[in-house]
């Protein structure tokens, strides 16, 4: 009899099997924003890069890391690299923002089939709200003058 579960167990089993699913879902799509943040912020290396480069002479020396090794090339080299790397990691950027709307889609129709709510703890933003105030407070400074 105690192997058999009950009707109560057998929800408490689902709503936890439905909480973890959705963690899981919502655990993804944090690691779309942080892959997207990190291609981005390296799509804006090259930029910087590729600006650096472009108005030097083409027959100028620089120097490019390739698989861990610094190689000495040219600019007239180096820079329709640089340019096709650009091109490709904006690219892989599109396409996971596509990847991540269809994550927020599927998480949103998760959380209307299962009629999921986020709470958002009001008192919990207060006190942190408090908290950086008496943080800031707690700096002392001495008399202006040498005494």
Do not use: W
Request: proline share 3%.
């Amino acid at each position: 009899m105690a192997s058999q579960p009950s009707g109560v167990e057998k929800e408490a089993i689902n709503e936890q099997v439905i909480a973890n699913t959705y963690a899981n879902m919502r655990s993804e799509m944090n690691q779309f924003y942080s892959k997207i943040t990190e291609l981005e912020m390296e799509v804006s290396e090259h930029s910087l890069v590729i600006g650096a480069i472009e108005p030097l002479d083409p027959s100028r020396r620089c120097y490019r890391m390739i698989g861990g090794v610094l190689v000495e090339r040219t600019i007239r080299e180096v820079l329709p690299a640089v340019q096709r790397n650009k091109e490709g990691l904006e690219e892989v950027v599109a396409r996971m923002n596509e990847a991540l709307e269809k994550k927020k889609k599927e998480i949103t129709e998760f959380e209307l089939k299962y009629k999921i709510r986020i709470r958002k703890a009001d008192g919990d933003t207060q006190e942190e709200g408090s908290m950086k105030e008496g943080s800031a407070q707690g700096v002392l400074v001495g008399p202006a003058s040498g005494q």
